[in-house]
């Protein structure tokens, strides 16, 4: 009779085990997508923003339709909202692969500018930084990188696309690592 005193995980750090294991491999799977397919990977993120977008239409003209406390005005708002964004989800069915290349460079021109003001802020913020050099590389930097994904968002957005399959490839990893090693005492 062998008798063993490995202590037994307890349900919540089963559960936590289990939970950070899923997340790993589907960000494993879904960055293993991205970098194999990317065109059909980014093609599924644009079907599935037009799903959204149908589904949230038919919800907003259901309330404008169905909502009895509503005022007429909130009523043909909600109505007129829905057919808009279901006739967008309609329109971005009806060619995945122009919307993905719009969506790709509608996500290259919004992040350019967030750049470009991060940069601005950053040199405006100046006087409160321990640290004025590197504040002012960091803002150099980013108002050149943003000026670069505004001026080619399309190349930038395929740019940053990659390094999103690359993040979560490795996140994905270390997250399966962290589910095997969590609650397991050094």
Request: proline share 2%.
């Amino acid at each position: 009779m062998s008798t063993t005193n490995a202590p037994t995980a307890s349900p919540v750090t089963n559960g936590i085990r289990t939970a950070l294991g899923v997340g790993g491999v589907i960000a494993l799977i879904v960055g293993i997508l991205v970098l194999v397919w990317p065109n059909k990977t980014a093609m599924v993120v644009a079907a599935i923003i037009a799903i959204y977008a149908v589904v949230g239409g038919l919800v907003y003209a259901g309330l404008g339709i169905f909502a009895k406390a509503m005022g007429g005005w909130a009523r043909v708002g909600h109505i007129v909202l829905g057919l808009v964004f279901i006739i967008a989800g309609i329109l971005a069915f009806t060619n995945l692969v122009l919307t993905t290349a719009w969506l790709a460079v509608f996500l290259g021109v919004m992040v350019g500018i967030m750049w470009i003001i991060e940069g601005i802020v950053a040199l405006t913020t100046l006087g409160d930084s321990s640290s004025k050099g590197f504040s002012i590389f960091f803002a150099i930097i980013s108002i050149i990188a943003g000026g670069v994904l505004c001026f080619s968002p399309l190349l930038g957005a395929v740019a940053l696309w990659w390094l999103l399959g690359i993040a979560l490839v490795v996140l994905g990893i270390l997250q399966i690592i962290r589910a095997f090693s969590f609650g397991k005492k050094a």
